[in-house]
């Protein structure tokens, strides 16, 4: 079994773990064994406080470890469950006998299955299916007593426990995908920062637009609470200068019916990722069906430029068990294969009895079949599974504000130039996360570190396959909220070049000293140092860089072959739409060399005098 560094190190597929009683100690473990985002289930949560604990420690174990994590927040949904047996916990149904199905809040008995969910047994129709307990048990609607009951005949029998599962493929259930208590856990979600929520039963893009309807209260509810009170405390823990400006939650839209197979592309257009949802499809779906639909649900995301997540039972016999099976091994290497940005685990970390070992099992297969891959391809990449982005395809209803025009040009020929001068690393700019993105989907077959000022877009990247992202102070500017502001817009009215001062712990250590001295407001009310060059930009990123865990997972030592990539950034215009082949650290060393010219001839003026 490979070492937690050797996990870490040339895997782009990223891992989304499951947290509960089993691993919730172990996040630290976790973390080392190569877990990307933290995904936090909150269908069994009835108070979302209770896991204000487990935010706060991924938060300090991510800084520890110098590794940027993601928190996934997981949102129920509309599932409809039937409600608790009496006398016994449980019953046992038997095939070809009758049952009741009743819309009732009362508990049921031997003969009689209730539910408090009244849009089920009132529409449902002679013929229809019913399936219980995840697709396992089976009844036929056979006859309609009154609006609140109907009978059942057995078709696949076994013991229904309480408070299981109900299933009915045949009918598109009239319930909202927002929850009452859906939107409390959302709230909560949005104040404590989570990088992604994810929005379950999914059936239209208008299910995604109520969550961004509650996303825009809220930011609306703090931005009025901020100008009551502006010394209020921020109990998120994340200060604002953490966040890019117009942050939010972004939404992962868990594709789990037929139904919502039927309107994917306004769903891929209105959410900003997806989920495979296996499990809730499995059962919805004919089984044999689930595989076709992962392999297009994958190549339709990734078309789009947004990460998509494969989920459900990927290591499910480790949750008892210290390894898995050969067909669950294929499984997780054939989601690889696919495209998938990320694979997920799901009870194996949350309660199973080997967490970190499913972990590192999961990222052993995922390393073996990129490497697999690549050898198969003769060394040239993904060309299978890459993505070029297809403004004619049906999901692009319309295109993002914050795109430049030449973001994709500039992406498709980066990826050219590193994939020909055989690149150790590309180093993407990105303040808003979409050229990062954009290189990602074309797969490249070295590894992207992405450059961001910001906190919450690094986090967000962690996501992504085969980005490693990490904070730089190299575009690092300063605005009245404390956060990264305008840079996303062609036209927006700001300097030239406004940035930061540079400070440096250590003296500048050769780079940065006299790079920023003295400041200039303008009416936007960006704090714009003296001239910063591209030059000087690229010299602080690669000394961000050589001293970060990416160079280190990644093995980025100076003289290596690096592509920079940047797309539009508006306070920098030298640094807009370029791309540049160099030899890592030479940007450090060029900037020495100026700085000690300007040095000598500034004693050298000075002497004259």
């Known amino acids: 079994m490979l070492h937690a560094s050797e996990h870490l190190r040339d895997r782009r597929t990223k891992i989304v773990a499951t947290l509960g009683p089993a691993s919730v100690p172990k996040i630290r473990q976790l973390i080392k064994a190569g877990v990307n985002v933290f995904r936090l289930n909150f269908s069994h949560v009835s108070d979302p406080e209770t896991q204000r604990p487990v935010i706060d420690s991924i938060r300090k174990e991510s800084a520890s470890l110098c590794l940027p994590v993601a928190i996934l927040g997981d949102l129920c949904g509309p599932k409809i469950r039937c409600n608790t047996f009496s006398p016994t916990p449980s019953i046992q149904l038997v095939p070809k006998s009758i049952v009741r199905l009743v819309h009732s809040s009362e508990p049921g008995n031997e003969n009689t299955i209730t539910t408090s969910i009244s849009e089920i047994v009132g529409v449902i129709q002679v013929g229809h299916r019913v399936l219980l307990n995840d697709g396992n048990l089976k009844l036929i609607v056979t006859e309609r007593v ?12 076994g013991e229904l426990k309480a ?128 595989p076709l639909i992962q392999k297009t649900l994958i190549r339709k995301t990734n078309a789009a430029d947004k990460p998509v997540i494969t989920a459900t039972q990927m290591l499910e016999s480790m949750i008892s068990a210290p390894v898995p099976t050969r067909a669950e091994v294929s499984d997780v290497a054939n989601a690889v294969f696919d495209g998938t940005d990320a694979v997920m685990l799901s009870a194996e970390c949350a309660t199973g009895d080997f967490p970190v070992e499913t972990v590192e099992m999961m990222a052993s297969i995922c390393q073996n079949a990129e490497a697999g891959a690549r050898l198969l391809d003769k060394g040239k990449g993904f060309t299978v599974t890459m993505y070029k982005h297809d403004k004619d395809n049906e999901v692009f209803l319309g295109g993002s504000k914050h795109v430049s025009r030449f973001a994709h040009c500039i992406a498709d020929a980066a990826v050219a130039a590193a994939t020909e001068g055989s690149a150790t690393a590309m180093l993407v700019f990105t303040t808003t996360s979409e050229m990062a993105i954009f290189c990602s989907k074309r797969r490249p077959r070295m590894p992207i570190i992405a450059i961001t000022p910001t906190g919450s877009i690094s986090r967000r990247l962690a996501l992504h396959f085969g980005v490693h992202p990490m904070i730089s102070s190299g575009l690092k500017i300063s605005t009245p909220r404390g956060s990264v502001s305008l840079l996303r817009h062609e036209n927006a009215e700001i300097p030239t070049v406004p940035q930061d001062h540079f400070n440096s712990d250590d003296g500048a250590n050769e780079v940065g000293e006299g790079l920023a001295t003295g400041s200039r407001s303008n009416s936007a009310g960006i704090v714009a140092p003296q001239l910063r060059n591209t030059d000087a930009i690229l010299a602080l990123t690669e000394r961000d860089v050589i001293n970060s865990a990416a160079a280190h997972i990644i093995g980025l030592k100076s003289g290596d072959t690096v592509c920079y990539c940047a797309g539009f950034h508006g306070p920098f215009p030298g640094l807009s739409n370029t791309i540049k082949m160099s030899q890592f650290g030479d940007s450090m060393r060029s900037e020495r060399a100026r700085m000690n010219w300007s040095q000598s001839i500034a004693r050298l003026a000075s002497q004259r005098k």
């Not at 009154?146 to 029998?157: F, K, R, T």
Request: with cysteine.
């Open 163 to 290: 408070k299981k599962g109900i299933n009915v493929p045949d009918l598109l259930i009239a319930l909202p995908a927002l929850t009452d208590k859906d939107r409390e856990d959302a709230r909560f979600m949005y104040k404590m920062r989570l990088d992604y929520v994810a929005l379950s039963f999914v059936k239209h893009g208008q299910d995604v637009r109520d969550l961004l309807d509650v996303f825009d209260e809220l930011s609306q509810e703090e931005s009025l609470a901020i100008k009551t009170d502006p010394t209020a405390p921020d109990l998120s823990g994340v200060p604002a200068s953490d966040l890019e400006e117009d942050w939010r939650p972004h939404i992962i839209a868990k594709i789990e019916t037929p139904h919502s197979l039927k309107n994917i592309d306004e769903i891929i257009h209105f959410a900003d990722g997806i989920m495979v949802a296996r499990g809730d499809l499995g059962v919805e779906c004919s089984l044999e069906q689930v």
């Open 146 to 157: 009154s609006q609140d009951e109907v009978l059942c005949e057995v078709v696949v029998g």
